[in-house]
């Protein structure tokens, strides 16, 4: 394969770069121009792979008709015109039966075809318009600007950039490097990170180290590069249409679906066949038979089951989605619902993302500055002196700057050049003092020195706004150790104070507490200088630094925190009385994450460390008993000096666990050591690093924004906003649908019993058929369809997410429970059917004794006179007519009973009265759908009270059920009764 | 989707599924599990089998021991021959005894209760032309109810009493016809009988000569009717119509249709060929 691809191959890699400008009309400067690549772009098309020509859409739609079952029911359908054919050449008019059998039961499976069809295209299609959702974005330069744009739009001859975590976004020609490694393990399975460098080092474009390849990801490093094939012609995009057609995997659950279908078909077939020997043993004609056959295996065989679970998952996919969750694959959202554990990244995910202000000591007194998403919350007194001190010196010493054309934008929202923590200042000062690029304008800056880290301090000289004052202001903040050895005296409402030492330990005090939250602490100081000394014009050295740098005054201490999300405390609580554990896992420093962790509640109030517990009690950290603390920060350093099994032993003991200083790989040990235990992990991350973590883990959560596409390939959702109380939410969906599909599914399997019991009868006690093969079809895929559907929009069972998760080895979606309880406990109301039944005969003259064993003369045609209870004599067809109205009558019955079976299929454990009765409107149809049959029959509406009673006692029963259930959990009842 | 899950695929496992010698449990539950479970099943089904038997017997003490709640499907009564065989066909040869002795006796047979003696000694005389209306007063049964005699001689030359062989030795035979029973049906009103006419169909016209009835005209007289059902009327006495074809053509299919005339029946929809009328094949062989 290699050579043809090679015959295939361009000499980019090896000609020189101006040659290569001029072969794609490029400058390896400032790149295309937008108008050039836009012709480009309309000449080659998207830069994308075009998807392998899948089945076409008839072969998909023919595969629906021609499954295993619905062949079963062409032949049926095909004996069904045969028999009709031979009684029409018989002359025998009352043979249509077989005629509308056979059209019954084609559209049988046209309906499920056209049913199944829609769904499997609904389904591809909601998948797919998740891809659009995460788009690949890539750095462009055009025109010489830097521009992000989506990955498709890019053409031969771009000029771009990639960075580690990046996939590269076509087959690039590099330009320059700097220690750039690529993943090429998606095109030769290498897994050895490949060095890409600006050399051509080998005539095979497949191995010259110049040449990065489309789809392989950047893992280190940052290169510059010119695309020389975009699309199909890149290298992958050829492999991939050399090898196409790799067909779709089926997810587990429909692994699981298709398995209990097979399951139900392969009873059905043999309860089928035994019908159909017993049938010709008591000498019914073959095609009568067969036709018995038929209707077992309709009745017996939950055909929309497989399509009715498709539609569930799509439909939550897409209200997650909405939830801004995008699930990669269906059945991630099943298993989100049994996760029982959640590692989670601090940074982005549980907190905001940006540094704030969040405490300010001046005057001896510690202020909270306001840290919510939308300023919404309190803020301090600044009516000080010294605040007025401490707000220029935070607004003048800081070099960071807002973007331009930003007025309409919120203060927080705004984009900022500057490291973190001088965009919290910034965007603080913008927010107390207001307009602070004026109103540094107004001092004018002399000099600066930036903040290095070897003096730990950043200072900048200013005049004064008074132009009749002559004086420099000196500005200067740092770490606060630092700026309070400058200083001799300190701020104090307004006065300058010496700074003895019962204002340095009130400092100390102070630093200590902000610094125990887990903040970055500022210290900031001021001085006016001599204006002898330092006269106007005066020339400041920042690098000799002549001018004064101590006997400062101290303003105050700023300290600034990565604040939690307003969302994340709730959401962290929620998953604690859902019996999901939050780790943290986090690069940061102990006490930070400690802080953060007990601020979202991860680590609860009250819980101490095995450290807590030993100052406390005045004792060393070893005779501290660990099973005492709830809670347990470990750093990245003592994870790496434990083993496995001490590592599962903090995770057993512990039930807060925060782990800081940690790195990716680390991430992967941990996932893997609750795995261990049993658990059902979900973890995030964003780095490529993070890749192995996330494909360990059971269900990888990647970071929509901050993710890197090496992540959110290996992920299984994506979080669109970053936010923990996204998964959260997910996670409730995913158990709403688990929930809900064993509702639908149990619901569907109840009327299987009522089904087959009259063909037990009436083989068995030889009365005459109670229920016909066109009912059971019409009740399967007419009026049966939409409550199952309609179930899965059920809202939660209010206490879903009071309930420890499930564990997905016990608790599988059809369990022997819910098997049991639906076809032997709740499928009784075929004993309604036969209530009516009997009822409806005995109206009519035939007694139930005399029914038991009337079977070959009811059906003998040439009987035309048999007698009934009170000695009245019945032709065929009318014996016949009084068989319709008993199907129906059946069929009423079972309707009746499904109506009561949907509303107790409502919940599993709460009362109906607790969930609401009619909180699902969607249940209606079936009401709607009972109200055209048969309305013309007078006695109607009489039949359908017969029922009632069996209908309430199902309810009742049922209500039984789930007190004894909520009240004795655990109990002989709730094991045995609770699905 | 459980990364990672593995299938351990031994026999073994299923084994122990089926009987887990360390635990003592067969298909996953221990004996005392099975006792409990099969127990709870067991109340379980008796309490609804005994619910059902109670509204069964709820429904029965509902029911009118003598008419029915509902007859809609008997609006026209059904009609029937006698005598006949599975397909309705009368065929045989006049010159042989034996093909035609098993209609003979059939006739016999099903006429036995219709001899004079017996009507005489069970029955009443009733006046004709009259329903023989017997109404119960209010909540006192007017049981048991009489019935109006037919004597077989009314059937004359069909009645098996002159000619011993119903005409089928001479190429006449004859075919009883009765209504099916109804209660409470009152098949013909201001004093008009209901009666049968006959007729070949289609191109069998000629073929089928001139017919006999008896009692004269093929009535079926009011006085028989209405019927109380046989717990209120146990000697009820079906009325006839002998048909006795004269000069059938001989050698030759014959489809005959029978059916009632009376000016309150419904006539029978198209799907039931039995409804008001009854059709048969006749085939006289002569050699």
């Not at chain 1, 392998?52 to 032949?75: D, I, S």
């Not at chain 2, 029946?265 to 002569?286: T, Y």
Request: with cysteine; charged share 20%.
């Amino acid at each position: 394969m290699n050579l043809a691809i090679c015959l295939l191959l361009q000499d980019d890699h090896e000609i020189t770069i101006e040659e290569l400008e001029t072969r794609y009309n490029t400058s390896v400067t400032k790149g295309l121009t937008s108008t050039f690549a836009s012709q480009v772009l309309e000449r080659d098309g998207p830069n994308e792979l075009k998807p392998p020509k899948g089945t076409p859409e008839y072969v998909k739609f023919a595969r629906q008709l021609a499954g295993g079952l619905q062949c079963l029911m062409w032949v049926a359908a095909v004996i069904c015109f045969i028999a009709f054919g031979i009684e029409v050449a018989r002359g025998n008019v009352t043979a249509f039966d077989n005629l509308y059998l056979a059209i019954t039961l084609i559209s049988v499976v046209v309906v499920t075809g056209c049913f199944g069809y829609y769904q499997e295209f609904k389904s591809t299609n909601i998948i797919a318009s998740f891809k659009n959702l995460v788009p690949q974005q890539a750095i462009v330069i055009r025109d010489g600007q830097k521009n992000q744009i989506n990955a498709h739009q890019l053409v031969v001859g771009d000029l771009v950039e990639i960075k580690g975590g990046d996939r590269v976004p076509a087959d690039i020609r590099i330009i320059s490097g700097q220690a750039c490694k690529v993943d090429n393990s998606s095109l030769t399975g290498e897994s050895e990170p490949q060095s890409k460098t600006p050399e051509c080092t080998h005539e095979n474009p497949l191995e010259t180290k110049n040449i990065a390849f489309f789809s392989t990801t950047c893992l280190e490093g940052v290169a510059t590069g010119v695309i020389i094939n975009t699309g199909d012609r890149t290298i992958i995009g050829r492999i991939a249409s050399l090898a196409s057609g790799v067909g779709n995997e089926k997810t587990p659950i429909a692994i699981e679906i298709e398995h209990f279908v097979d399951i139900i078909a392969g009873l059905a077939i043999f309860f089928g066949f035994t019908f159909f020997v017993v049938a010709m043993f008591i000498g019914y004609a073959f095609l009568e038979a067969m036709i018995f056959f038929m209707a077992i295996v309709v009745a017996y065989v939950p055909e929309g089951l497989l399509a009715t679970v498709t539609v569930c998952l799509s439909l939550t996919a897409k209200r997650l989605a909405r939830k801004n969750c995008v699930v990669k694959n269906l059945e991630a959202v099943e298993t989100l619902g049994s996760t029982s554990v959640i590692c989670s990244d601090k940074t982005g995910t549980l907190t905001q993302n940006r540094m704030t202000v969040a405490h300010l000591w001046f005057d001896n007194h510690v202020h909270a500055a306001d840290t919510t998403e939308d300023q919404s919350g309190q803020s301090f007194d600044q009516s000080s002196e010294t605040w007025r001190s401490l707000a220029r010196v935070a607004s003048l010493c800081n070099r960071a700057t807002f973007r331009p054309d930003q007025e309409g934008v919120p203060i927080p929202k705004r984009l900022v050049v500057g490291d973190a923590s001088e965009t919290a200042l910034l965007k603080f000062t913008e927010l107390t003092v207001g307009n602070i690029m004026d109103y540094r304008n107004r001092f004018k800056k002399v000099v600066e020195v930036p903040f290095n880290s070897t003096n730990k301090f950043q200072l900048s000289i200013h005049e004064l706004e008074d132009p009749l004052d002559l004086r420099y202001l000196l500005v200067m903040k740092g770490a606060p150790e630092r700026i309070l050895e400058r200083c001799s005296t300190i701020l104090i409402k307004g006065q300058e104070l010496p700074l003895d030492e019962q204002w340095s330990e009130a400092f100390q005090t102070a630093y200590m507490d902000l610094g125990g939250l887990g903040e970055r602490v500022l210290g900031f100081c001021h001085i006016y200088l001599n204006e002898k000394e330092f006269p106007r014009g005066y020339a400041f050295d920042p690098d000799e630094m002549n001018f004064t740098t101590s006997g400062l005054c101290f303003a105050g201490l700023i300290s600034m925190i990565d604040p939690p999300r307003a969302t994340v405390p709730d959401a962290v609580m929620k998953c604690r009385t859902a019996g999901i554990r939050v780790v943290m896992v986090t690069g940061d420093h102990p006490i930070t994450a400690r802080a953060i962790a007990a601020n979202v509640g991860i680590i609860s109030e009250g819980s101490e460390t095995v450290e807590d517990i030993a100052q406390r009690k005045r004792i060393p950290v070893e005779q501290v008993n660990k099973r005492d603390a709830r809670a347990c920060v470990i750093s990245g350093g003592q994870l790496k000096d434990m083993s496995s099994e001490e590592l599962d032993d903090a995770l057993r003991n512990h039930p807060e666990m925060v782990f800081a200083r940690t790195s990716p790989q680390q991430k992967l040990i941990i996932v893997e050591s609750c795995q261990r235990l049993g658990s059902i992990v979900a973890v995030t991350g964003d780095g490529v690093n993070d890749s192995p973590a996330l494909k360990k883990a059971d269900i990888g959560v990647a970071m929509g924004i901050a993710g890197s596409d090496a992540a959110k390939n290996a992920a299984d959702m994506i979080l669109l906003d970053d936010n923990f109380a996204s998964i959260v939410t997910g996670v409730e969906q995913g158990r709403l649908i688990f929930d809900n599909l064993k509702k639908s599914i149990a619901y569907t399997l109840t009327k299987n019993i009522p089904e087959l019991t009259p063909y037990l009868i009436y083989i068995t006690v030889s009365v005459p058929l109670p229920l016909g093969c066109i009912t059971i079809l019409f009740i399967e895929l007419a009026t049966d369809i939409f409550p199952s559907v309609s179930l899965a929009y059920e809202k939660a069972e209010s206490d879903i997410m009071h309930l420890k998760p499930r564990n997905p080895r016990q608790h599988r979606l059809v369990n022997e429970a819910l098997a049991v309880y639906s076809y032997f406990q709740i499928g009784r109301c075929s004993f309604a059917g036969f209530t009516d039944y009997f009822t409806a005969m005995a109206q009519e003259g035939w007694y139930p004794l005399l029914c038991v064993g009337l079977r070959s003369q009811w059906e003998n045609v040439h009987l035309q006179d048999v007698q009934d209870s009170y000695g009245q004599e019945w032709t065929f067809s009318q014996r016949l007519y009084q068989e319709y109205t008993c199907y129906t009558v059946f069929f009423v019955s079972i309707e009746i009973c499904q109506i009561s079976d949907v509303l107790i299929r409502k919940t599993r454990r709460l009362s109906v009265f607790q969930q609401g009765f009619f909180r699902s409107v969607k249940t209606h149809p079936k009401h709607a759908s009972l109200g055209i049959m048969y309305l013309n029959s007078t006695q109607l509406v009489q039949w359908w009270f017969v029922p009632v009673p069996y209908g309430i006692l199902i309810f009742v029963y049922d209500e039984i059920r789930k007190l004894g259930v909520r009240r004795y959990p655990g109990s002989w009842w709730d094991q045995e009764l609770y699905y | 989707m459980y990364k990672g899950k593995e299938r351990k695929g031994s026999s073994s496992e299923w084994r122990d599924a089926f009987w887990n010698p360390r635990t003592h449990e067969l298909l996953g539950r221990t004996a005392s599990s099975w006792g409990l479970i099969l127990l709870f099943y067991l109340v379980f089904y008796l309490f609804l089998a005994g619910m059902f038997v109670l509204t069964m017997y709820i429904m029965l003490l509902t029911l009118d021991d003598y008419k029915p709640t509902w007859q809609d499907r008997l609006a026209t009564p059904g009609m029937m021959i006698h005598p006949k065989g599975d397909q309705l066909e009368i065929t045989f040869s006049v010159s042989e005894t034996e093909s035609w002795d098993r209609f003979t006796q059939t006739l016999n047979t099903f006429l036995s209760p219709y001899n004079d003696s017996y009507q005489v000694q069970m029955n009443d005389n009733c006046p004709p032309d009259q329903f023989f209306i017997q109404e119960d007063s209010g909540e006192v049964r007017n049981n048991p109810k009489r019935s109006c005699q037919f004597n077989r001689s009314m059937l004359e030359e069909c009645a098996g009493i002159s000619d011993r062989f119903y005409g089928y030795s001479r190429g006449q035979p004859c075919v009883l016809i009765k209504l099916n029973r109804v209660i409470g049906m009152l098949p013909g009103k201001n004093g008009q009988s209901p009666y049968v006419t006959c007729g070949a169909k289609r191109e069998d016209g000629d073929k089928l000569g001139p017919l006999a009835y008896y009692p004269p005209n093929g009535t079926f007289n009011l006085m028989y009717y209405p019927y109380y059902g046989k717990k209120a009327q146990v000697n009820y006495t079906q009325p006839l119509v002998a048909v006795k074809f004269l000069n059938a053509s001989v050698n030759t299919d014959i489809n005959v249709e029978c059916k009632i005339n009376s000016n309150t029946l419904e006539a029978g929809s198209e799907r039931d060929k039995f409804a008001g009328r009854v059709s048969f094949k006749l085939r006289i062989n002569h050699t």
